[in-house]
């Protein structure tokens, strides 16, 4: 049974997992608040806006101060994190 489809939905999850990974300075497999920070700063060339943040703080539901890859896909189903 060949279905085309899955291989589409793969590649969408690839690039949310390669998104993560340039995040994750560490590679622990969770972003911290440092790597968030860091991650803008080297991309945009100034810190997380207010509204960045507030989506990094609802992407986190444990309020540990990390997000995990679970977390950023949960998210990012209705909204996106990292832009």
């Known amino acids: 049974m060949h279905i085309p489809f899955y291989g589409w939905l793969c590649s969408c999850v690839r690039v949310r997992t390669e998104e993560f990974e340039a995040v994750d300075d560490d590679h622990d497999g969770r972003i911290s608040l ?5 991650h803008f700063m080297r991309k945009y060339g100034k810190p997380p806006t207010n509204d960045q943040w507030f989506k990094f703080h609802l992407a986190d539901k444990n309020n540990n101060g990390y997000i995990s890859k679970y977390d950023v896909e949960v ?3 209705q909204n996106q994190l990292f832009t």
């Open 34 to 38: 440092n790597e968030f920070h860091s």
């Open 75 to 77: 998210f990012e189903k």
